[in-house]
């Protein structure tokens, strides 16, 4: 089975903190993915990555980085957090061969940041 | 704005009874998911359905997918209580997946 483990599920930071959400998948998925989920708004794509060091911005990039240094991993960096940006954070990996098109999403148990 | 919309925004039955939920949306598609998400827990996948298909089914699940209309529908027969989570559908379209809202469902033992 696929795994993506996500470093921590409770996070809370302040104000104005480089906040860093860790992401780590088991199956060598070309594309990797970082959602926030907030009531009423279901989930909102932040970035996605479809390989190392390729990054391509969702509906809401603003206030967020990511980096892919490595196939497995895929960090969301919030540069310097603000109180909006207390959400549940979750991320996702999925292959993506041309051969096997129509490939689901293999989803993390998501980080639940609070920003005070 | 999303892609997809689900209806009901939430849904309470009784164990043993069909639970049915909708999704609409607003452009073309190449298939459509439905994911299902325990309460603190993240998304799981459930079936997908291409755009060329009408029906699927997987167990007690039954999906439906109307492209004219741009609809589907997620069927759960016999629920159990164990089936109580949140429904999302999500649609793909060119390079991107586009999640709805999500329908509450709990079942009632």
């Known amino acids: 089975d696929v795994k993506v483990t996500q470093s921590s599920r409770y996070l809370v930071k302040r104000t104005g903190e480089k906040v860093f959400l860790e992401c780590v998948q088991d199956m060598d998925h070309e594309n990797m993915f970082w959602y926030r989920q907030d009531p009423g708004l279901g989930l909102r794509l932040i970035y996605f990555?479809?390989?190392?060091?390729?990054?391509e911005k969702g509906d809401i990039p603003e206030g967020y980085s990511v980096s892919r240094e490595k196939k497995e991993r895929f960090s969301l960096i919030l540069e310097s957090a603000s109180t909006n940006q207390t959400s549940m954070y979750l991320c996702?990996?999925?292959?993506?061969?041309?051969?096997?098109?129509?490939?689901?999403?293999?989803f993390g148990d998501g980080t639940r940041l609070s920003i005070l | 704005s999303q892609q997809g919309e689900e209806d009901p925004q939430a849904l309470s039955i009784q164990e043993g009874e069909n639970a049915t939920m909708n999704c609409s949306y607003k452009t073309s598609i190449n298939n459509l998911q439905w994911y299902r998400q325990n309460s603190g827990r993240g998304l799981v996948h459930l079936i997908l359905?291409?755009?060329?298909?009408r029906e699927k089914h997987s167990g007690r699940l039954r999906v439906t997918l109307d492209t004219s209309k741009k609809s589907s529908s997620l069927l759960i027969t016999a629920s159990r209580a164990a089936d109580t989570a949140s429904y999302f559908c999500?649609?793909?379209?060119?390079?991107?997946?586009?999640f709805g809202t999500g329908t509450k469902l709990q079942v009632i033992p």
């Open positions: 999500a649609t793909e379209g060119y390079q991107k997946v586009t």
């Open positions: 996702a990996s999925s292959f993506a061969g041309v051969s096997a098109p129509n490939q689901p999403q293999h």
């Open positions: 990555s479809y390989d190392v060091k390729m990054k």
């Open positions: 359905i291409r755009s060329n298909e």
